[in-house]
């Protein structure tokens, strides 16, 4: 079966009525999702999305283990939160850039925190790092670059 197929019945499960385009976006494919109770599959900051494109993409795995990811949004939502959070760290960067200080951010997961080093890459004057350790979500700390 194909990942908009599978969705498509895990949302009629779920009692979902919803209509769902499939985009090839730069990170891979994408399942965009179109329903009338869109809140409610995303949930509190985005938990049920992430929770229904955690199930898909394991069935996806289950049924061929070198499967890609796909990406599940709904609404435009995941697309608008990320440029809110580039643009929170942008900000951030003025801030740091300004005063000289460090800042630490709170513990996100893999795919914020690459947002975040993504955002300022080409920066010259602010920098992002990481923790080296294995915890699974980690903080990230912005400062400025040493010259």
Same mark, same amino acid.
């Given at each position: 079966m194909e990942p908009r197929e599978?969705? !498509?019945t895990m949302l009629g499960y779920l009692g979902f009525v919803a209509e769902i385009?499939?985009?090839e976006a730069e990170n891979g494919r994408q399942l965009q999702v179109f329903t009338a109770e869109s809140d409610i599959l995303i949930g509190r900051d985005g938990e049920v999305l992430e929770d229904l494109q955690f199930l898909l993409n394991r069935i996806l795995q289950a049924q061929d283990r070198n499967a890609p990811k796909v990406q @599940? !949004? @709904?609404a435009h939502w995941r697309a608008m939160r990320d440029d809110r959070l580039r643009s929170r760290i942008r900000h951030i960067a003025d801030t740091v850039? @300004?005063?000289g200080?460090? @800042?630490k951010l709170e513990p996100m997961n893999s795919y914020d /925190? /690459?947002?975040v080093h993504n955002t300022l890459k080409g920066d010259p004057d602010v920098m992002s790092f990481?923790?080296?350790? !294995?915890? /699974?979500i980690k903080r990230i700390t912005i400062q400025r670059r040493k010259h």
């Open positions: 599978i969705l !498509d385009q499939e985009i @599940v !949004d @709904v850039r @300004v005063s200080r460090p @800042v /925190r /690459r947002i990481s923790p080296s350790d !294995d915890a /699974r």
